[in-house]
């Protein structure tokens, strides 16, 4: 067995291939550009505090992908989608939520972002059988911070996320009602379109059946689709990303403080929510430390993104807006070196 550890991995595993890298035909392209043009119809005024996050969000490299993707390319759907999400965040304000708020929630590990699968997707564990809270709107909120910290750590060109639920040790009491899994479902379905990479069930008794016919109903044929039950997941991620309860060789000791802290400094997340570094694409693993990336389809130097030095509304906004983010990948993207949790080459 081997030695235990306490070091959240925040980077794939060296040599991980990004997949799946999406290519568009230019009448795809200009339906991504079209959406886009829709969106801005709907952006909140400059002076709304919530201005700049949504301008943020809109601006990253996928979102009108995702959006158009899930919509199977119908551009109305596409537009209703957009438009209940851009509505939905503005409420719930999912990139804003302080630590702090939800903290609790992670104090035995029911749900943690640790490792990453053979695509470079990040990898959500969550194990029912360890609740320790009552249900509340802030179990929600904790889910989507989460969510949210797993798309902070996706490495470039990257899209979606893996979920492992683990249900050893589940009991009838410490199991999500089906209310409660409704509305998760929604959420995913409807507001992280195009995010689910896989979703991965262990240790499922035979009493927790009916859950899921409970919750079937409410799950869309391409949620469904990527439900998978008991596969061997040497085949999906790297035996050194995979937790040693599942026959992997990352022996993670779950340490409540330690957990917290490495993923809030690795997403840059200050104390009320914001970011620590304001970077266009995504924020900084670390407020002292440098990302290097690579875009093997637009250069050959690599471009480091760096603390901004202006604390302006308006430099901010023109991070935002600037749309040469090395995020934007054609090719598939390799991860060649990682030499230390946060600092990720790719080329």
Same mark, same amino acid.
């Given at each position: 067995?081997?030695?235990?550890?306490n070091?959240?991995?925040? +980077?794939?595993?060296?040599?991980?291939?990004?997949?799946?890298?999406?290519?568009?035909?230019?009448?795809?392209?200009?339906?991504?550009?079209?959406?886009?043009?829709?969106a801005?119809?709907?952006l909140?005024? =400059?002076?709304?505090?919530?201005?700049? @996050?949504e301008?943020? @969000?809109?601006?990253?490299?996928?979102?009108m992908?995702?959006?158009?993707?899930?919509?199977?390319?119908n551009?109305?759907?596409?537009?209703?989608?957009?438009?209940?999400?851009?509505?939905?965040?503005?409420?719930?304000?999912?990139?804003l939520? =302080?630590?702090?708020?939800?903290?609790?929630?992670?104090?035995?590990?029911?749900i943690?972002?640790n490792?990453?699968?053979?695509?470079?997707?990040?990898?959500?564990?969550?194990?029912?059988?360890?609740?320790?809270?009552?249900?509340?709107?802030?179990?929600?909120?904790?889910?989507?911070?989460?969510?949210?910290?797993?798309?902070?750590?996706?490495?470039?060109?990257?899209?979606?996320l893996v979920?492992?639920v683990d249900?050893? /040790?589940?009991?009838?009491?410490?199991?999500?009602?089906?209310?409660?899994?409704?509305?998760?479902?929604?959420i995913?379905?409807?507001?992280?379109?195009e995010?689910?990479?896989?979703?991965i069930?262990?240790?499922?008794?035979?009493?927790?059946?009916?859950?899921?016919?409970?919750?079937?109903?409410?799950?869309?044929?391409?949620?469904?689709?990527?439900m998978?039950?008991?596969?061997?997941l040497?085949?999906?991620?790297p035996?050194?990303?995979l937790?040693?309860?599942?026959?992997?060789?990352?022996?993670?000791?779950?340490?409540?403080k330690s957990?917290?802290?490495?993923?809030?400094?690795?997403?840059?997340?200050?104390?009320?929510?914001?970011?620590i570094?304001? +970077?266009?694409?995504?924020?900084l =693993?670390?407020?002292?430390?440098?990302?290097?990336?690579?875009? +093997?389809?637009? /250069?050959?130097?690599p /471009?480091?993104?760096?603390?901004?030095?202006?604390? /302006?509304d308006?430099?901010?906004?023109?991070?935002?807006?600037?749309?040469?983010?090395?995020?934007?990948?054609?090719?598939?993207?390799?991860i060649?070196?990682?030499?230390? =949790?946060g600092?990720?080459?790719? +080329?």
């Amino acid at each position: 067995m081997p030695l235990k550890t306490n070091t959240v991995l925040v +980077s794939p595993a060296p040599n991980t291939i990004v997949a799946p890298i999406h290519e568009y035909t230019d009448e795809q392209t200009a339906k991504i550009k079209a959406l886009r043009e829709y969106a801005d119809t709907l952006l909140l005024p =400059p002076t709304d505090p919530y201005h700049l @996050w949504e301008l943020r @969000w809109l601006n990253k490299p996928d979102t009108m992908a995702r959006y158009s993707r899930a919509s199977k390319w119908n551009f109305a759907d596409a537009q209703r989608r957009i438009k209940a999400t851009m509505e939905w965040r503005r409420e719930f304000k999912p990139d804003l939520i =302080p630590p702090e708020e939800v903290r609790i929630e992670s104090e035995t590990g029911k749900i943690i972002i640790n490792g990453f699968d053979r695509d470079g997707r990040p990898i959500i564990y969550m194990r029912p059988g360890r609740e320790n809270t009552e249900t509340s709107p802030r179990q929600l909120r904790h889910l989507v911070w989460c969510l949210e910290r797993a798309k902070d750590l996706m490495p470039p060109g990257q899209e979606s996320l893996v979920i492992i639920v683990d249900y050893k /040790s589940t009991t009838l009491r410490t199991n999500p009602s089906i209310s409660v899994a409704r509305k998760v479902l929604h959420i995913l379905q409807q507001h992280y379109v195009e995010t689910l990479g896989r979703a991965i069930v262990v240790n499922l008794p035979m009493l927790f059946n009916f859950f899921y016919k409970g919750i079937s109903p409410f799950l869309d044929p391409v949620t469904r689709d990527k439900m998978r039950f008991n596969p061997d997941l040497l085949e999906l991620v790297p035996v050194e990303h995979l937790d040693a309860d599942f026959g992997g060789e990352f022996n993670y000791e779950f340490e409540p403080k330690s957990y917290w802290d490495q993923i809030v400094a690795a997403c840059g997340i200050a104390p009320d929510g914001t970011r620590i570094e304001k +970077s266009a694409d995504r924020p900084l =693993p670390s407020p002292t430390q440098p990302i290097t990336i690579m875009d +093997s389809s637009n /250069s050959d130097a690599p /471009s480091v993104h760096t603390k901004s030095e202006s604390s /302006s509304d308006t430099a901010i906004e023109e991070k935002f807006a600037d749309m040469s983010i090395s995020n934007k990948v054609t090719n598939a993207t390799r991860i060649t070196t990682v030499d230390q =949790p946060g600092l990720v080459t790719v +080329s």
